[in-house]
């Protein structure tokens, strides 16, 4: 306590010296918190969506043909699906695919192009103004088209009200979207997508609804068998149980790796720190001699002493922490409102934090404090 109390004392009298000296610790210490902050909630949000596929009455069985074929037709039928509404403690069975796009091709006069082709739904990423009509007109015959297929269909003319002919049926242009390489060109309502293209799409997913209180675990290695025995694409392809929990598992662990490598290069800034703590801990020791010399000569040991300043340089490290934590603090605050995401400061995050800067004040205050201490007695005396 009274080492505290004599490092507070010493900080406190040359304050604007010693913010200096903590600036290069607040700094690395707001970044380390943001990098932790933005990664964990975006692991968070992440397994938090994963984790919607796995409720407790819920079993989702994969099908994964062998053929290379990408227009294979293989999957779960619906005789596979009554094979497992059989399965005891299985209340329903909806079969669905993996993919809710498909491939069609377009035409318009003589022009013809082929692309990925979806229903509109409302997190899809086009104004309201152009989706809410697709979205409340279920079976409408109207599409909205990606401006870059619209410049391939139609060249520099306008596409808005034009007809385009999708397999041997003729839709009508209502707007247009910007896209990325990635998305879907095509969006059309959710009730003619699913009558004209759904029932073409293979089905590889069988999603099992279970009564409640029943075995999750016991009751899909039961439906697994059962299809693994008697589906009718059993030579086909190959059958099993998707487990998102895993997959939450192993994103985890990959996405938490990252995130510490991140963190770690932005800790190398606390090194830079820890050297100017060391040489403000020097200066610190060449101006306090007098003082080292009559505690000494009331009979303080040299561990008294080397406690005293390595005292010193933790208190002053962690101060710099502190405030490091408070500044990232606010600047997640604002982080936050310009991401998807929420930014997440965790305990854990806080008290490394901590535990880093009161290592740096242990390690680059060590070798000025046991100078301190191993100043011999006769030569501080004479300076005085």
């Known amino acids: 306590m009274e080492n505290l ?13 010693n913010l200096l000296t903590m ?65 005891p403690g299985v209340t329903s069975v909806k079969l669905s695919s993996y993919s809710d796009s498909t491939t069609g091709k377009l035409t318009y006069r003589n022009k013809k192009a082929s692309t990925e082709i979806t229903s509109i739904k409302d997190k899809t990423k086009v104004s309201s103004s152009k989706k809410n009509a697709l979205i409340s007109d279920t079976n409408s015959t109207n599409i909205l088209l990606s401006n870059r297929m619209a ?9 808005i009200n034009k007809p385009v002919t999708i397999g041997q049926d003729v839709y009508t242009v209502s707007g247009t979207f910007g896209a990325d390489e990635y998305d879907a060109n095509v969006y059309m309502s959710k009730g003619t997508y699913n009558r ?3 029932s073409q799409n293979s089905k590889n997913l069988a999603k099992l609804t279970l ?15 059962k299809i693994k025995a008697n589906g009718e694409f059993k030579h086909q392809g190959k059958y099993g149980i998707v487990d998102p929990t895993k997959s939450m598992k192993e994103f985890s662990k990959v996405l938490n790796s ?13 090194l830079i720190a820890g050297i100017g703590v060391m040489n403000v801990m020097y200066i610190t020791v060449s101006e306090r001699r007098n003082e080292i010399g009559i505690r000494r000569a009331f009979g303080a040991t040299c561990n008294n002493i080397r ?78």
């Open 5 to 17: 109390t004599i490092a507070l004392r010493s900080i406190r009298k040359n304050k604007n010296r």
């Open 23 to 87: 600036l290069g610790i607040i700094i690395g210490i707001a970044s380390v918190i943001c990098i932790l902050a933005v990664g964990d909630g975006f692991t968070q949000s992440i397994t938090k969506s994963l984790g919607k596929d796995n409720a407790s009455n819920k079993v989702t069985l994969s099908y994964t043909s062998s053929s290379d074929d990408a227009n294979s037709k293989d999957g779960f039928t619906q005789g596979d699906a009554s094979l497992l509404q059989d399965v």
């Open 151 to 159: 410049k391939k269909l139609f060249g520099g003319d306008s596409a």
């Open 196 to 198: 004209i293209f759904n």
């Open 211 to 225: 009564e409640n209180g029943q075995n999750k675990k016991k009751v899909g290695k039961a439906a697994l068998k």
């Open 258 to 270: 990252i995130t510490y490598f991140v963190a770690l290069v932005a800790g190398i800034s606390l």
């Open 307 to 384: 406690n005293q300043f390595l005292t010193e340089s933790i208190v002053l490290c962690v101060i710099g922490g502190i405030l490091g934590i408070i500044i990232g603090y606010l600047a997640v605050l604002v982080i936050n409102a310009f991401l998807p995401f929420k930014a997440v400061i965790t305990i854990y995050s806080i008290l490394l934090a901590l535990i880093v800067s009161s290592a740096v004040g242990l390690l680059f205050g060590f070798i000025p404090s046991n100078k301190a201490a191993k100043s011999p007695l006769v030569g501080l005396l004479k300076e005085e």
